[in-house]
């Protein structure tokens, strides 16, 4: 069994006019008036998403608003509003609640984001869902299903941090800090998601919160089509290789998760304009239905499963 698996059964077979994406993309997309509204929800578990014995509280609340933001920079969209469902055991104090809440609110702040509701009930252990409704911006939103053959495929920045600080946090080591920063506080990049969207630059693009091998692979079903990228061309940062980790830097790259990275794909001609905002080309849209990594020696890898699945 799959995530994929699970979502299928909850597909609204009902779907109004006023629907312009359902699920299937990092936000649903619904038209109220004039307007279209993203929405995007997320949940971080304990235990499942984070461990106290190295998340303070101030850090969770900042990392929750952070990857439904990154949800959000993935369409090309601002975001607006949120809500909160807390999930919080009676065992853990109203410090630690203050902590969180001053962190959430906080990350929320710089976006400009308004916390306007939310649910709180008591729980074994701590489970945080923020939901945030936004706007598209410019020629927005911009969907996964966009590429084609031909198109480039870009990044907004380097990939394996996270995954490779998670590694050390659970040995009980404390990551280098751009590392550690990666893994407790990372930024979306809305500013970015937002240009493409108002030069209308990218035809498609997804977030990277499970790993490239994956979210690569979901841009690809989307879109219908195959992709070639290239191991060299994949920017990471150099602590990857100078640490004493488990696996070789492709393994974090590829598979680590919680990057929270723009993927997108964009004409090959706007490519000037798109290494203006600072993006790295990583490979090429090709027809097909799967990315394939080609690594240094030319070897050809599929690359659909690297990343995080809950259930896999
Ligand atoms: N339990 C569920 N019920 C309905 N839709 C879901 C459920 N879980 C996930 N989805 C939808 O499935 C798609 C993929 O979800 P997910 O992988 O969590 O996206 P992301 O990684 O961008 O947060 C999204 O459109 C999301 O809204
Ligand atoms: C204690 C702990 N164990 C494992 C992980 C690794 N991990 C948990 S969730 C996840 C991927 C992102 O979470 P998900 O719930 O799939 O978010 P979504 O893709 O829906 O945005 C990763 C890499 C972690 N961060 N912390
Ligand atoms: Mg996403």
């Known amino acids: ?3 994929a698996d699970l979502i299928r059964l909850f597909v609204s077979p009902f779907l109004p006019d006023e629907v312009l994406k359902g699920v299937g993309d990092d936000c649903a997309v619904v038209k109220v008036g ?26 969770l609340g900042r990392k929750l608003a952070a ?36 962190g959430l609110l906080s990350r929320l702040s710089e976006a400009e984001v308004a916390l306007v509701g939310g649910d709180t009930v008591k729980a074994p252990r701590i489970g945080l869902t923020l939901t945030i409704i936004g706007r598209p911006e410019g020629q927005g939103p911009i969907y996964r299903q966009g590429a084609r053959p031909g198109d480039i495929i ?6 394996g941090a996270s995954g490779a600080a998670l590694e050390l946090l659970r040995k009980g080591i404390r990551p280098p800090e751009p590392l550690l920063r990666a893994h407790l506080d990372p930024q979306p990049e809305l500013n970015l998601g937002q240009q493409l969207a108002r030069d209308g630059l990218a035809t498609a693009m997804i977030d990277i919160s499970d790993g490239l091998g994956i979210d690569l692979f979901r841009l690809c079903q989307a879109s219908g089509v195959g992709a070639e990228i290239h191991a060299s061309f ?15 830097p492709l393994f974090y790259i590829l598979a680590g998760g919680e990057d929270y990275r723009l993927l997108f794909t964009a004409k090959e001609e706007r490519g000037a304009e798109v290494q203006g905002l600072g993006a790295y080309p990583i490979g090429r849209i090709v ?12 070897r050809r ?4 499963f690297a990343g995080y699945d809950h259930f896999r």
């Open 67 to 102: 990857v439904n933001l990154s949800d959000i920079a993935a369409m090309g969209g601002r975001p607006l509003f949120a809500t909160l469902n807390l999930e919080w055991p009676p065992s853990r104090g109203l410090k630690e609640a203050r902590d969180l809440s001053s």
């Open 301 to 304: 890898r599929n690359i659909s």
């Open 154 to 159: 870009y990044v907004s920045g380097p990939l």
């Open 34 to 59: 004039q307007e279209s509204l993203l929405i995007t929800t997320d949940t971080m578990l304990e235990g499942i998403h984070f461990d106290l014995g190295y998340f303070d509280p101030y850090h």
């Open 234 to 248: 994949i920017p990471y940062p150099e602590e990857l290789d100078l640490l004493p980790l488990e696996n070789p």
């Open 1 to 3: 069994m799959t995530e």
């Open 287 to 298: 027809s097909g239905d799967h990315p394939v990594l080609i690594d240094e020696k030319g």
